[in-house]
């Protein structure tokens, strides 16, 4: 009865935290990616804080009401996570003992070693990008966020307007 309960729990568990952390998110998800994004309008900013599921902003702009792309003025980036993949080194020394008949004794000898890590591939971030932009250049919402992360095809975020169903905050 125990094995079935964890069996129901388990994967409904880590499918609540696959969920985006923020209310909205792309038009077309990526697959393999959560990715989601809020804003906040302080008189001529546009903030707004990016989910990137931890992959590297390669490029972020908003369509402005005439379509013409609106960089962000700044991008802050969290701290870079190691990658959690490192190359082991190892060098180990063995001990045994054969015997006079030619018979070879298993589970004896002793063996000690030295591991060395080496990080191999990119961090991810630690947390959401924060980028801000002139909103007077954007103009009124809702506004069209257009993002390009590292390893997926760029994406089209609609901020602004009611909240989506099922959004945090």
Known sequence: MRVIAVAVLVPALLAACAAPTLPYRPERPPMGARISADYTLIQDVLRVEIDTDGRQLQDAFILSPEGRPVRAATVEYPPLAPPSTA????????AGNLGSG??????????????IGVPIGEGRLQGSVLA??????VGPGPWQLRIK????????????????????R
């Open 132 to 137: 801000t932009f002139s909103a007077p250049a």
């Open 149 to 168: 992360l590292a390893g997926l095809d760029e994406m089209s975020i609609v901020l602004g307007g009611p909240r989506p169903a099922g959004g945090s």
């Open 87 to 94: 190359l082991q080194v190892g060098l180990g020394f063995g």
């Open 102 to 115: 030619g018979a070879v004794p298993v589970g004896t000898g002793t063996v000690t070693g030295l591991a």
